[in-house]
């Protein structure tokens, strides 16, 4: 519901006299990456969804004054976000951002050819550059060629004068998309009161009961009541899924911002697979405005399943000769994903089920199945044993059943038997000797580490990130982060025990980078929904932002010089590491996403 001040209203009175602020589309980023990495995003800076039917950007090539390529837009931008158009020959990170990509020659632009974006009445709403002039185009004292340039917060509508445009821009290096698919403005302080679901999609097992849909408002009223329709629409399953869900009503008294639809999973007897339910919002009542974000989608998950009749504790024992006791026997169980998959063919991966950890090895088959660390899964196959390490072979299934929880690795100062199968964590170690640390064997190194009392192998394998980034090799001291693992082909197996990394991020080097307060890297706002922005003290200086679960595993990165916007709307509720480090400092800090 839009707040109007009286000056708003005398504003209001003479809309034919002067164009108002906020109340057209304008030019909102400029792309001008390496090779193809084009890209342009067009803002919506009003209140209301804006049909893109008719609207054009047109170029104007090399100082010529007239128009060489023309690109139609189509769609819809929703009020107060972004439309990004991209090259089709531009790399994924770009792509991503997407809502258009195009093979159009308008997107090979190059830094000197004027870009203008015009309305259905062919009025020239925003215009790049000086039209007729052969020259490289300027923003402020920065070429346009090879940069990105973000606009400011506070422009509210575009302009056909260039000498009032190229003020009103944020200059970053090439191949900056990290602002693109979204944008920062002035025009939403006015914003209208918009109800959206808090996420976009949430897992569920079928055996769960219940799931609670969040729903929120962003300026609830001290005085208003507002309604919305949570409305089932699509999804490949059906409202019987749900205990025949019908239409639920959801209403905001005064001053209420959150709000919750419970959701009654049927648990039935079928042996199916995975299943998604897609809900919207209508019919908002009360002044209220659906916002953007008015689509959620549950996938309930494949959870038929016979129940697992063993806990991997119950077959890990090991008899006199190191072997395990239960050699040979076939098992189900379930566990935890640990870590990624080792083997280019098939499958080699480690789960924990809470009482302990087993490997999984199929040579070929997958199942189906992509390993992807959290997912908990149901495996079948006979308990097995490969040079000291207990793990499932011969294997008759493994699929997906829902998503389990990463345990915290716990810090051990020495590796054996205990730690087979478990996330551990050794500090203070440092390479034995940095030769070893090399990557010409296609299969993966091993390497000696120390913390000068015990000794053990670091094992790089060629599936890790670590392999094939060939990142570089660590000095002096540093803490690691892996899955225990054991390499020994001789009774009594009780030697050449290893640690495994998952990625570069388990490899924490103590690198001599100072370690700052949370003012080096202010975060705002915090709770928030996994959108949101991080604000340097040193400006100017390229700095990398990671987002990282509590196990250590980043789960979004990006750089910047100042303000760096965060958007990981998809994460899962709860704490998270936000680690901000440039060459001089780092700095970590916790964040709520709800």
Not at 187 to 198: H, K, P, Q, R, W
Not at 456 to 479: H, K, Y
Not at 546 to 571: C, E, H, P, Q, Y
Request: charged share 15%; proline share 3%.
């Amino acid at each position: 519901m839009k707040k109007f001040s009286i000056l708003m209203l005398m504003l209001t009175c003479i809309t034919g006299l002067f164009a108002q602020p906020c109340s057209k589309l304008f030019i909102s980023e400029y792309v001008e990456g390496s090779s193809n990495n084009k890209a342009l995003e067009i803002y919506n800076p009003t209140s209301a969804p804006i049909n893109l039917s008719g609207y054009r950007l047109v170029q104007y090539n090399n100082g010529s004054d007239t128009v060489r390529y023309t690109i139609g837009l189509t769609g819809t931008i929703n009020a107060y976000d972004v439309y990004v158009i991209v090259n089709s020959q531009g790399n994924a990170t770009i792509k991503a951002n997407a809502d258009s990509i195009t093979t159009n020659g308008l997107m090979g632009f190059n830094g000197d050819d004027v870009i203008a974006l015009l309305s259905p009445a062919n009025d020239t709403l925003d215009r790049i550059g000086v039209i007729g002039v052969a020259t490289k185009i300027a923003i402020g004292d920065t070429l346009a060629e090879n940069h990105t340039f973000v606009r400011l917060a506070s422009v509210q509508e575009g302009t056909t004068d260039w000498t009032v445009g190229t003020t009103q821009w944020t200059k970053f290096p090439q191949d900056v998309f990290s602002y693109l698919g979204s944008h920062t403005n002035s025009c939403a302080s006015f914003t209208d009161t918009l109800v959206t679901f808090s996420q976009a999609s949430a897992s569920v097992n079928e055996e769960a009961g219940t799931y609670n849909v969040n729903l929120q408002i962003n300026a609830p009223s001290a005085a208003s009541t507002f309604g919305v329709d949570v409305e089932l629409v699509g999804g490949t399953g059906t409202a019987a899924d749900i205990d025949n869900y019908t239409t639920q009503t959801v209403t905001f008294l005064p001053t209420v911002g959150l709000q919750t639809v419970t959701l009654t999973i049927t648990d039935d007897a079928l042996v199916e697979g995975a299943e998604t339910l897609i809900f919207k919002l209508r019919n908002a009542t009360g002044g209220v405005m659906i916002g953007a974000d008015s689509t959620f989608t549950l996938t309930i998950n494949a959870s038929d399943a016979v129940a697992a009749p063993y806990t991997i504790a119950q077959i890990t024992g090991i008899d006199t000769a190191g072997r395990p006791d239960s050699l040979g026997v076939a098992v189900k169980i379930t566990g935890t994903v640990l870590g990624i998959n080792l083997r280019a063919t098939g499958l080699e991966f480690f789960i924990h089920d809470g009482t302990d950890g087993i490997g999984v090895f199929s040579p070929s088959s997958t199942f189906g199945y992509t390993v992807a660390e959290g997912d908990s899964v149901h495996v079948e196959g006979d308990v097995a044993f490969y040079n000291g390490l207990t793990q499932l072979q011969f294997l008759d299934t493994v699929y997906k059943i829902g998503t389990g929880v990463v345990p915290t690795a716990v810090v051990v100062q020495d590796l054996g038997e205990d730690t087979e199968a478990e996330l551990v964590r050794l500090n203070n170690v440092h390479l034995v000797d940095a030769s070893q640390w090399v990557f010409t064997n296609p299969a993966g190194f091993n390497t000696n580490i120390t913390d000068g009392n015990g000794t053990w192998a670091l094992r790089i394998d060629e599936q890790t990130n670590i392999f094939t980034s060939q990142m570089a090799v660590p000095t002096g001291n540093f803490d690691v982060i892996g899955i225990g693992s054991q390499f020994d082909n001789t009774s009594p197996y009780t030697s050449s025990y290893q640690i495994l990394p998952r990625s570069t991020t388990d490899i924490i080097l103590h690198s001599g980078v100072q370690e700052v307060d949370n003012n080096f890297a202010r975060i705002y706002p915090n709770p928030n929904s996994g959108n949101f922005t991080v604000v340097l003290a040193e400006q100017g200086v390229e700095t990398e932002v990671r987002v990282l679960s509590l196990t250590g595993a980043v789960v979004f990165s990006t750089k910047g010089t100042d303000m760096i916007k965060v958007n990981t709307v998809d994460l899962s509720s709860g704490l998270y590491i936000v680690e901000a480090a440039n060459a001089n400092k780092i700095s970590r800090s916790k964040i709520q996403v709800q």
